[in-house]
Nanobody
Framework: QVRLVESGGGLVQPGGSLELSCKAS??????????MNWYRQAPGRQREHVAR????????NLADSVKGRFTIYRDNVQNTVTLRMNDLKPEDTGVYLC???????????WGQGTQVTVSS
């Protein structure tokens, strides 16, 4: 079955960096219809789309709020998608969720999430 497992969250001071990883299994990771995404959910706020990458990394989309600070990349041998986060701010705090979307399946799939807390 489809599994998405996130790792790499934690507590970091403002201005610090973290790298989140999502390990995917149970589907064809490089299927041209798959779009791998990172979302985040902060308490009391709507879920926000953070980043997207196409199957071979040819197209990347980042939310305006993270442009210049975050990047997304993937390893199609290890079946992982990584969110590199630099210059973290308190407003980046939240649960970060890996998502496998696109037209390859009847629904999106989600990981369990990993907590990122930015605080001094």
């Amino acid at each position: 079955q489809v599994r998405l497992v996130e790792s790499g969250g934690g507590l970091v001071q403002p201005g610090g960096s973290l790298e989140l990883s999502c390990k995917a299994s149970g589907f064809v990771f490089t299927d041209y219809r798959v779009r791998m995404n990172w979302y985040r959910q902060a308490p009391g706020r709507q879920r926000e789309h953070v980043a997207r990458i196409t199957p071979h990394g040819g197209y990347i989309n980042l939310a305006d709020s993270v442009k210049g600070r975050f990047t997304i990349y993937r390893d199609n041998v290890q079946n992982t998608v990584t969110l590199r986060m630099n210059d973290l701010k308190p407003e980046d705090t939240g649960v970060y969720l890996c998502n496998a979307g696109g037209t390859w399946a009847e629904r999106d799939y989600w990981g369990q999430g990993t907590q990122v807390t930015v605080s001094s």
